[in-house]
């Protein structure tokens, strides 16, 4: 008889209009070789092995995994993992997303060139990653507990964070420290002048550093994040465009309307009409 018993036992949430959420959680003692891809996920996975072996393809580059070990799946990435023919793994996993999610994972110790924590702190990765498992159910007040216990994993996986400082070091944390200033303090009036003073250094060097760190300037990247977290509001219909402007950051609601529709390609009402049209279809 077989030393293991494969089982899957896998959830997935439809809520997707937070900054952070839960997109899906489970854990599975895979039969051997049993594998996943080559293919691509639309959503980070935080991956934990609990027992067994496995192999973990990224880029091309292969990692043989054990007990132990965590892996990072990232979104629009081609990857291809599977289980050791002998010894296949056993792991619990969680899929999450949102528009905060590639702040908190950029600082984080996965990178696509080392996606692999090699067991680094093993018992509490699997207690939180088992914390939001257990958190699967119905009811309203199950949301916020999945959500709050992902923002617990995220939070210890970021304070633990042991990166090493590379030759960009400082002016990407320059950039990363102001694209979290205009994610907290998006609804208020802020200018490309008052970023450089907040970051301590020349407007060119903030302009420099955000380009080579989020491919965009700041003032680009104060808009578009303004303008998604009007997507969020427009979700609901209970609000006006002229409280959804003023909620966001924009005081003129014409311009606004402008800026949405240059990015979206629809104007506000347009895209809350398509959102309520979607909901309905979904009831």
Same mark, same amino acid.
């Given at each position: 008889?077989?030393? @293991? ?5 896998? &959830?997935?949430?439809? +809520? #997707? ?5 839960? *997109?899906?959680?489970? #854990? ?15 959503? &980070?996975?935080?991956?934990? !092995? ?6 973990? =393809? ?16 990232? %979104?629009?990435?081609?990857?291809? &993992? @599977?289980?050791?023919?002998?010894? $296949? ?14 702040? &908190?994972?950029? *600082? ?33 007040? #199950?949301?916020?507990? =999945? ?14 964070? /042991?990166?090493?400082?590379?030759? +960009?070091? !400082? ?39 955000? /380009? +080579?760190?989020?491919?965009?300037? $700041? /003032? #680009? ?31 003129? %609601? ?9 990015? /979206?390609? !629809?104007?506000?009402? *347009? ?7 979607? *909901?309905?279809?979904?009831?």
């Amino acid at each position: 008889m077989d030393k @293991y018993s494969a089982y899957k036992h896998s &959830y997935k949430f439809e +809520r #997707r209009t937070a900054s952070l959420y839960v *997109q899906n959680t489970g #854990r599975q003692q895979c039969s051997p070789i049993h594998s996943w891809g080559p293919g691509v996920r639309n959503h &980070y996975l935080i991956h934990h !092995v609990i027992s067994g072996k496995g192999v973990y =393809i990224l880029q091309n580059k292969r990692y043989e995994l054990s007990a132990g070990d965590t892996f990072l799946i990232y %979104p629009d990435t081609s990857i291809h &993992y @599977y289980a050791d023919s002998k010894d $296949p793994w056993e792991y619990i996993w969680v899929g999450f997303d949102g528009l905060d999610a590639k702040h &908190y994972v950029d *600082q984080m110790d996965f990178s696509p060139q080392e996606p692999v924590l090699r067991g680094l702190y093993a018992p509490e990765i699997v207690g939180l990653l088992e914390n939001i498992y257990a958190s699967y159910g119905a009811g309203t007040w #199950r949301d916020a507990a =999945i959500t709050g216990h992902l923002y617990l994993l995220i939070a210890f996986l970021v304070e633990h964070a /042991k990166k090493i400082a590379g030759p +960009r070091a !400082v002016g990407n944390d320059c950039a990363k420290s102001v694209a979290n200033y205009i994610m907290t303090h998006f609804e208020e009036p802020i200018t490309v002048e008052e970023l450089a003073d907040f970051a301590a250094v020349s407007h060119s060097s903030l302009y420099r550093n955000f /380009k +080579r760190q989020f491919q965009m300037s $700041p /003032k #680009r990247f104060l808009l578009e994040y303004r303008i998604e977290r009007a997507c969020m509001l427009l979700t609901d219909s209970t609000y006006s465009i002229q409280e959804i402007s003023n909620s966001v950051g924009f005081e003129d %609601p014409f311009y606004f309307s402008r800026a949405f529709k240059a990015i /979206k390609g !629809v104007s506000p009402r *347009q895209f809350a009409a398509r959102q309520a049209a979607k *909901q309905e279809e979904e009831k």
